[in-house]
């Protein structure tokens, strides 16, 4: 089992910048470093879509286009965190954004139901 808490979300105005942390707590046996995580995203009338994933060591990463070269996932085994910094921000990334882990020692995922753990969200809303 793992517990996945995010943090850092808030208001901030287009072009600026926010990081988000995903802190997950372990049960006894699993090590953080065996699973691969995601970040994903909900904003109001839409369907929740994926946003980045990173692979258990860190080396494979891989963003949603909208995202890409605005936004990096990083992680830190030792810490047991994932984070997203978001920086450039724009008004149509404003949504609840959700991390979620895969026992995996796969490459890189983007799918949903890949990911069996889930944070309870952060909010994130830039204003124009």
């Known amino acids: 089992q793992v517990q996945l808490v995010e943090s850092g979300g808030g208001l901030v105005q287009a072009g600026g910048s926010l990081r988000l942390s995903c802190a997950a707590s372990?049960?006894?046996?699993?090590?953080?470093?065996?699973?691969?995580m995601g970040w994903f995203r909900h904003a109001p009338w839409k369907e929740r879509e994926f946003v980045s994933t990173?692979?258990?060591?860190?080396?494979?990463?891989y963003y949603l286009d909208s995202v890409r070269g605005r936004f990096t996932i990083s992680r830190d085994n030792a810490t047991n965190t994932v984070y997203l910094q978001m920086n450039s921000l724009k008004p149509e990334d404003t949504a609840v954004y959700y991390c979620?882990?895969?026992?995996?020692?796969?490459?890189?995922?983007?799918?949903?139901?890949?990911?069996?753990?889930w944070g309870q969200g952060t909010q994130v809303t830039v204003s124009s």
């Open positions: 372990l049960a006894s046996g699993r090590t953080f470093s065996s699973y691969r």
């Open positions: 979620a882990a895969d026992w995996s020692l796969g490459g890189i995922a983007t799918l949903e139901s890949v990911y069996d753990f």
């Open positions: 990173i692979s258990w060591n860190g080396y494979s990463t």
